[in-house]
Every structure is written in C-alpha cells, then in structure tokens.
C-alpha cells in the first residue's frame, strides 16, 4: 500500500454457497487504486465486477483477504461506517422522498446541522443542475434527472470514494454520451476517487484513468486503456476489448523486444514481444484496422495470402473476411475512400498486409498477480 | 354483416359474465331495496320507508351487538397486523435459515382448516380455560380472531416487502443510516401502504366472522353477524335487511380503502 | 465464511427468529395448539352433560365411519354419517364445477376489458367478496324462500299457483355455496388469464386454430393453475360450510359442518366431535396434496 494509494484490495476472496454448490465470484484479486483515480472494474457479466464493488461498498464481506481505505482496513466495517458512496444501477432512488430530500438524507443520517444540510443539498443541486426540480418526487422525473439526483446524492456527503455500478447502462444512446462527459466534469470538479462498473469496452476506454478488465472473478489485466487496448496481456483481453485477429505459430526466436514468429498460415511475422517471452507455440494479435488488403498478384514478401471470403459495407469503412491458408478466418477493416477505387471480389485471391510493428505476441491465458 | 375478427372474443363468455354479475349482485340488490320497505314484508312493497333503519338504532340488542363486534375487529387487527409485520420482516428477502419454513407454514396453516374445525377446537381449549380461570370475558374472543387474522394481514405486507427494492436499504446503509433509521427513513414508510392493507384486511375478516365467533362467546357476547344469525331462525322483518345494509355500505367502503392502497405502487 | 460475515450472519438470524416470535405465540395458543387438542378429544369418553371423561375410547372414531346395531351389537357401515360425507362431498364438487364454468368466462370478461374499466369489473367481483357471508346467504335466502323473489315473480306471472319448494334442499346449499364463493374462483383465474400473453392468441389464429380449439388448446392449458387454485379455494371451504346448510340447508340436508356442531350441541358427543373435525381436516389435506402435486407439475413443464 502506498500512501497516494485511494483504495487498496488485498488478495479478497468472496465465495458464495457451500459444498460444492461453492462459487468464487471474486477471487484472489489484488489492486491498488489511486487517490483521485477514475477506475474502471470491465468485464463480461458475472466476471464479478458487481461483488466486488459490492465488497468495497460494504453490502458484502471478503470471504478473504483485506480492503484498506486509505490505509485502514474496513474489510468488516458495515456499510453505513464507510466514507464511501455508491450510485447504483436503478439508482435506487427514495419514492417516498423528493428531490431535496434524497441529496440530504446522507448528511442527515449524519446528523449534520439542518443550515449546513440545507447548504450543501443546494450546493449538489446546483453541481448537477436540478435546482427546478428540487421539491419533485423521484418518480415524477426522467430517467436521465434520476441519475443525476442519483449522483448528488451519493457526492453530497463527500465521500472519500465513489463508487458507480453500471449507472449509465439504463440510459438511452444520447444521454448516455452526455453523462460520460458529465462523470468526467464531476469528478475533476469534486477530485474524487471513482470507482466505475461497466461491461462497455467504450465506456470503459474513453472515461477511465486506468481499467482493470475481470474474467471468472479474476483480474486478467490492470492499466491505463491504451495499454490495454495496444498491449492486451492474453486472449481474452485482447478479444474483449476490440476485435482482434489471432494467428497461431511458432516462436522461433526472441531478441531485443521482437519475436520472430513462424505462422501456421505460412509465412513468418515479426513481433512486438512482452517481457518474458520464450520460443514455442503461442497466438499473435493484429488489429483488423492495422492491416490492409492488396492484390495477390505482386504482394510484398511476408504478406499472408488467402481468399476474400466476404466484404461488409460500414459506411465509414468496409471489413474484409479473409479465409486464410491454414483455415483462419482474418478480418480487415480499411476506411473506404472516394468511389473509384478498384474493389476486391469475393473469392479472388488477396494479400493481408500487417503494418510494421502492428502485431502482438500474447501471453498465456493465465490471469496476472493472481493464483489459480 | 359480420362483425370484424376480434382475437380476444369467446361466443358467449360476456352472456355468462352478465349472469355471473346478476348472480353476485341480485340477492344483494334485494336485500338493499327491502330494507326500505314501508310494510313488514320482505315480498310484498308498500312503498318507501327509513322506519327499520330507526327500529334497527333503537334496537339495544344490535347497537350492542354492533360496539362488541367493532372492539373485537379493532382490537383483533392491530394485534395480528403489529404481529403480521414483523413475522414479514422475519420471513422475507432472506437466505433460508433453520425455522423459516416452519414460520411459513405455521402463519398459513389457518387458511388452510376448515373453520368449522378451528371454531370446534378453539371451543374445546377456551372451555377448559374458562373452567380453569372462570374468566369469561372478550378475551378469548379477541385471541381467536387475533390468531385467524394473523395469515389475511401477513398476505399484503409481505407482498409489498417483497416487492421492495432491497437497494433502496443498501443506498440508506450506504448513506450512512443505521440499520435502525434505515428502518424508520426507509423500509417502514414504503412499507405503509401493505401494513394499512393488511389492517383492513383483518378487520374485515374479524368483523365478518360468524362460525368462529358462534363457537368461540359466552352467553351475552353475540357479534353482529352472530346476532344475525340467531335472528334468522325466527320471523323476520326488514329489520334484518336494514342492519345489513349498514353492515355492506361499511364493507364497501373498506373495500375501497383497500382497492384504493393497495393499487397505489410507488 | 469469515468470521465478521459468519457473526453478522448469525445475529441476523437470531433477530429474525425474535421477530416471528409474537405471531408464531399467538398462533400456537390459538390455532395450533387448540387443533392438537381436538386430535386429543377424539380419543375420549364423552361426558354426560357435553365436554369429556378422561377415559380413553376408541369409540368416537368408531362411530365416524360404523355403527352399532342396538339389537344384536353388530357393526356396520355407519349409513348416515356416509350419507352425510358423500353429500358434503358431492355438494362442495359440484359448487366447484359450476363456479368454474360460470367464473372461467367472466374472469376472461374481465381480463379482455380495456385497461380503464377492468379494474371497476375487478372492484365488482371484490365487494361481494368482502360483503359478510352471513349477509350474503341472507340475501339468496329471500330469494329462493317459498315467498321470495323467484316465486313471487312466478306466481305474479301465473306460472305456478303453488310456491316451488326450495329452501331446505340440496339445491338451494348449492346455489348458497355457489354464491357465496364464487368470487373465490373469478380473482385466481383473472389473475392467471391478466398474465395471459395475447399474441400466443394470435399466433393461434394465424395458424388455422377455431375460436374453440383457441380456447381449448391454448388459453385453458395456459390458466391451468388458476383454475386448479380457484377451484382449490372453492372446494375447500365449501366442504367444510357451516352457515349456508345451517340457513339454507335446514335439519335434513345435513353437511359436514353442521354435521360437527350437531355433537357439541345437542349431540353432547365431544369425542365424536372432535374425531369428524379430524376427518374433515383429513379430506382438506388430501385436496390440497392433489393441488399441491399438480402445482409441482406445472412448475417443472414451466
């Protein structure tokens, strides 16, 4: 634990059931959350992003291991001693509560005077800019005003650290990009530490300091989103995040940074290695969008060949499927230019270029810093 | 010409649903008209009149027959809802535990016995008891209806707990309320509406009552309905048709009540 | 578990059990404590002016199903009391099946109503409900009474010149029980017909089914377990009436509930008594063993 470390959560465990009905939702994972961090917990549903949020919240125990805040444990402090906020999914908003009353019941509970309650209550209204709606029951206003007053509510306390457990997934496309900017503002603004559940990969990439992406109650990988999306630790990362082309092979040799590999596919591709990597089979990673298609007649030395096996119109660009020597299927994706460039068909022969540099020794599918 | 295909119609169905509604509400109707009868008769009409409506309040009978019933509901339903809401709290939104199942059945098991067979064995222990003690007041009639109303207050209140967010008490907790205010700021006032629901539904069934209550008091204890029933062996006069139709425009408008708390869901 | 989780855990538990607590006492006192009794009393000697003898005697359950001939001491089947049974029996089915024919089509009356007036069709059904039962089989008593409405309105009309006998049959507990609990039978099946998804309907129809072969292939297997539980809430209470035979029934179309009070009044037979209560008890469980299964059944096809 470091002193700028925000949240620090050391080995935890959660296991739900007993005997062999036993399931580990959250499982040995350990991270360090800065102060003033925007942290995001990604993965796919069930990966255990939700308990654990849960286990930081309070609304469940560690079956093992420690959660320290700011360096005190809280492990088995009850939620309503934790200087800690959530925004939950439903917003799980009061009904019986208006507006006002919903920002202030946190700070009431605290038994803080009425004049500052009543201070800081208009203080987050005016953060969020609901000041009209303050006297309106929760259920008399739009789904976006709920996340809002949501919000309000668990930063009226200022609490040390905020957590949001998938708060825009209910919101329509639009809102949705608005409140993503909105998060951003707030936290600059309150220099909070947020804790962020998603299982949207943009989401996640365009808000985040930094991502820790869960599988199977594991942490598979923690780092800022360009490290994830560019260096994915193993597969499962690099096909969560992304589209991603994997390749088989061999690694034949390893030196300064770069594998040499030799493709099932044929051919034989230099790439970026990570520390630590050894000759044997292993997968590569190409991004669809850092390869390019040329004819198979005259194609450069080292290019993969195949056969287009089909060609989808995005508007903006069009992937290539491409049916490789050895059965794999490798996609494309190139920014469709001006009309008059001369298209490929399908069936014809074709030539994958990948761009220098662009592909990706991946490590074993075996999650980082944690025991199996 | 023929009507346009309608996917939701079933020849006939809305033939017996008007019967259905005829039968429910004929013999009611009846009752209601007669007791406005200026004659003695319960079939032949000699025109408008309130004067079994004025018989009825001067009878001291039923206007004590009617206070009795009205203790025993009132006191009845606050015990079994008090009882009711907390043996809720006890039995929803939880992983099971050791006597949880017991707890459920038990609260059910009266909904599920025959009345007859209640009133039979509630005669038995209360006899003995009386025997014992040679306290004959309303006690055991209250205990009785007490117990009987226990499972018709449970019902809507642990509906409306079940129906509960349980993020709404984990945003409080989060908030910094202890279990104990969460209770109070939270989980009590959005569980309101279910606890008046299940009051009235006790007291309803309390004052509707008549085999139990016919089993159950002593001499000079009659209920309203008890009362009534003891009447019907004899002549009747419109009288009888003027208590009930107090006795229903009471029922409705605790129907209402409930129709009305319970379809509010916010 | 750690131990902070398992300790929370357990004190949770605890409040939860001192919370059933009061209902679970007042219970126990006075309903299933008393039942206990009853099964207690049917195994004793009925004392001379009511109440018992602490002797024991397995006469009471004897005399529940034979009976002793005066004469030569023989035992045989107790006629009576058979008769009695199967009448309950056959009364409280035949309440069911006609609740179910007449409460089926209206419940889907109601359910088909557009949004804004099916809940004052619901709230009609809800007031006779709520309406006391003593009220109610008073109301069907004027009537069906040899001067109440039907005949009234026959005799006005010159159809008969003698009332119809109605009062005092078996007809008339019938038409009382159908009355009184029909309502029971039209909330589960409107309950389960509300839930009905219309396009599985349609879809029907799309695929050449008749209204009819609609109603019997699609929309009855679909409310199956709303009718088995209207039909469950009517058939149980109806086997155990007490205030409709009493009112309508009179001294000879004795039911299982008058049946029961005749030995705690004038029978003076406790024992007895308490033994025909068990029997009753007996035949409600097994109705709700056959509801039960069928319930189970329906859970595992859905």
Known sequence: MMASDSIAIENVSKIFGSGDAKVAAVDGVHISIRKNEFFTLLGPSGCGKTTLLRLIAGFEFPTSGHILLDGTDVSDTPPFRRPINTVFQNYALFPHMTVEENIGFGLKMLDRPKAEVAARVAAMLRLVRMEALAGRRTNQISGGQQQRVALARALAPAPKVLLLDEPLSALDYKLRKEMQIELKRLQAETGITFIFVTHDQEEALTMSDRIAVMAAGKVLQVGTPREIYDAPANRFVADFIGESNILAGTVEAVAGGVASVRLAAGGRMEAVAPDGASTGPASLLVRPEHARLAAAAGAPAGALVGTLADAVYFGTDTHFHVRLADGTDFTVRQQNRPAGEAAFAVGEAVAVVVEPRAARLLGEDQPRGAVP | MARPFDVRRQRGFTLIAAFCFALLYLPIAVLVVYAFNAGPSLSRWEGVSLRWFVAAANNAQVIEASIRSLQIAVSAAVVATAAATLAALATTRTPPYRGLTTTYAAINLPLMVPEIVTAVALLIVFARIKMATGYTGLGYLIAAHTAFCIPFAYLPIRARLEGMDLNLERAAADLYATPLRTFRHVTLPLLWPGILAGFMLAFVISLDDVVITEFVKSGGQDTLPTYMLGQLRRAITPEMNAISTVFLALSIVVVTVFFLVSRKRD | ?302
């Open chain 3, 1 to 302: 578990m750690s131990a902070a989780a398992e300790a929370a855990r357990a004190r949770e538990v605890r409040s939860r059990r001192l919370l059933a607590l009061p209902a679970l006492v007042i219970l126990a006192l006075a309903a299933i404590g008393p039942l206990l009794v009853v099964f207690v009393y049917s195994f004793l000697t009925p004392g001379p002016y009511g109440d018992v003898v602490w002797t024991f005697s397995t006469d009471a359950w004897t005399s529940v199903f034979l009976e002793r001939d005066i004469f030569d001491d023989t035992l045989s089947l107790a006629d009576a009391h058979m008769a009695i049974f199967a009448r309950s029996v056959m009364l409280a089915l035949a309440t069911t099946v006609l609740a179910l024919l007449i409460g089926f089509p209206t419940a889907y009356f109601i359910a088909t109503r557009p949004e804004r007036t099916r809940e004052l069709w619901l709230f009609l059904v809800t007031v006779p409900f709520w309406t006391n039962i003593l009220i109610r089989t008073f109301g069907m008593l004027e009537i069906i009474r040899n001067e109440g409405l039907i005949n009234t309105v026959l005799g006005n009309l010159g159809l008969i010149e003698q009332p119809i006998q109605m009062l005092f049959t078996d007809g008339a507990v019938m038409a009382g029980m159908l009355y009184v609990y029909l309502p029971l039978m039209v909330l589960p099946l409107y309950a389960s017909l509300d839930k009905l998804d219309f396009r599985l309907v349609e879809a029907g129809y799309d695929l050449y089914a008749t209204p009819f072969r609609v109603l019997t292939r699609i929309i009855l297997p679909l409310v199956r377990p709303g009718m088995i539980a209207g039909s469950i809430l009517v058939f149980i209470p109806a086997l155990g009436a007490y205030v409709t035979p009493r009112v309508l029934g009179g001294g000879k179309t004795m039911m299982f509930g008058t049946l029961i009070e005749l030995q705690f009044g004038q029978g003076r037979n406790w024992p007895l008594g308490a033994a025909l209560s068990i029997t009753l008890m007996a035949l409600v469980m097994v109705a709700l063993l056959v509801y039960v299964r069928h319930a189970g059944r329906e859970a595992r096809h859905g």
